[in-house]
């Protein structure tokens, strides 16, 4: 059974950073897996923050140049490295993996996390 276990969510002030990880069991993912992350504020919709595949990065347009997604492969982890914090910011975010070269839309993950808080105060 794959489990996606995200950690590091929490309280920072505006213009902080935070580093969240998802160590994923039960699977290794592979470089030819896409892993990656949403998050999903109170009253909106899902959205997409970034993935990882064969290297090949991708950024959702509102957290361009401020977050980081990187791998350790040796670690089944990933890691969300998120700066420059805005109260925008603020939401539950997803850990997400899918066996597939996927894109930035919220159905096509296979694997979801159960969120970690990140709160932003300004």
């Known amino acids: 059974q794959v489990q996606l276990v995200e950690s590091g969510g929490g309280l920072v002030q505006a213009g902080g950073s935070l580093r969240l990880s998802c160590a994923a069991s039960?699977?290794?993912?592979?470089?030819?897996?896409?892993m990656g992350w949403f998050r999903e504020a109170p009253g909106k919709e899902r959205e997409f923050v970034a993935n990882?595949?064969?290297?090949?990065?991708d950024y959702g347009d509102s957290v361009k140049g401020r977050f980081t997604i990187s791998k350790d492969s040796a670690k089944n982890t990933i890691y969300l490295q998120m700066n420059t914090l805005e109260p925008e910011d603020t939401a539950v975010y997803y850990c997400?993996?899918?066996?597939?070269?996927?894109?930035?839309?919220?159905?096509?993950?296979?694997?979801w996390g159960q969120g970690t808080q990140v709160t932003v105060s300004s």
């Open positions: 997400v993996a899918d066996p597939l070269r996927v894109g930035k839309l919220a159905r096509e993950y296979d694997y």
């Open positions: 039960g699977r290794t993912f592979s470089r030819y897996d896409t």
């Open positions: 990882w595949y064969d290297g090949q990065i």
